[in-house]
């Protein structure tokens, strides 16, 4: 079956631009998580779905970071006013059911703030 | 502050010989622990899990040991193939209500003929 997917798979962006990153989860998993990924580093848990709402979003490292998951399948997490500090990987997960519920990865988008 | 920590950034093995893969966490309250693979330019794989209630899981070539008193575990693969080249990370989380999942900077493992 079709695992997570996300797009874009890349994204170049100038600074102060605003960007939409894109996840699918697993069809039937209730769970949806975002991660943050730099370099030589591992996942950083930015937020967690389960259903349409945010279960946990104490990752989001300040308000310009914003996720949403309006159906309960699909989720964007959004971007405002980029830095370049954001460039990373990032990284969506989705699980059957809450945690600890075995999460499974897509393979990222790599952001790059010019 | 690094809850997990995974202290050797790399680590090289003949094909055919053990890897002992190594992470520490500082948070007691950790129950539940797990190691995914990384292969480049994929997301991270689930490998295998351990309950803090246990101090041993196996899946067949893979091996994860958990000392609670130490607050260490460790992923064995034997014997070491070349596919198993990739970083390896180890994560850690409380369950029952408490939804990170908390990763340590990762091994790669080069596993070479």
């Known amino acids: 079956g079709a695992g997570v997917s996300q797009t874009p798979s890349n994204k170049v962006t100038e600074k102060g631009k605003y960007v939409e990153l894109r996840c699918d989860p697993i069809?039937?998993?209730?769970?949806l998580y975002w991660y943050r990924q730099s370099l030589g580093q591992g996942p950083e848990f930015l937020i967690y779905?389960?259903?349409?709402?945010?279960?946990?979003d104490s990752g989001l490292p300040n308000d310009r970071f914003f996720a949403v998951r309006p159906e309960g399948s699909v989720s964007t997490l959004k971007i405002q006013r980029t830095e370049r500090g954001d460039s990373a990987v990032y990284l969506c997960?989705?699980?059957?059911?809450?945690?600890?519920?075995?999460?499974?990865f897509g393979p990222g988008t790599r952001l790059t703030v010019l | 502050d690094q809850q997990v920590k995974q202290n050797s950034p790399s680590l090289s093995v003949q094909e055919g010989r053990i890897s002992i893969l190594n992470c520490d966490y500082t948070?007691?309250?950790?129950?539940?622990f797990l190691w995914y693979k990384k292969y480049p330019a994929e997301g991270p794989t689930f490998l295998i899990s351990?309950?803090?209630?246990?101090d041993k899981n196996e899946d067949g070539r893979f091996t994860v040991f958990l000392n609670k008193s130490a607050k260490h575990l460790s992923l064995h693969i034997v014997p070491s193939q070349p596919g198993d080249s990739a970083v390896y990370f180890c994560?850690?989380?409380?369950?029952?209500?408490?939804?990170?999942?908390?990763f340590g900077a990762g091994t790669r493992l080069a596993v070479h003929p």
């Open positions: 997960a989705s699980s059957v059911g809450p945690p600890p519920d075995t999460q499974y």
């Open positions: 069809s039937g998993h209730t769970a």
């Open positions: 779905f389960q259903g349409t709402g945010a279960a946990d």
């Open positions: 948070n007691s309250m950790f129950d539940y």
């Open positions: 351990i309950s803090s209630i246990k």
């Open positions: 994560a850690a989380i409380k369950t029952g209500g408490y939804n990170k999942l908390i």
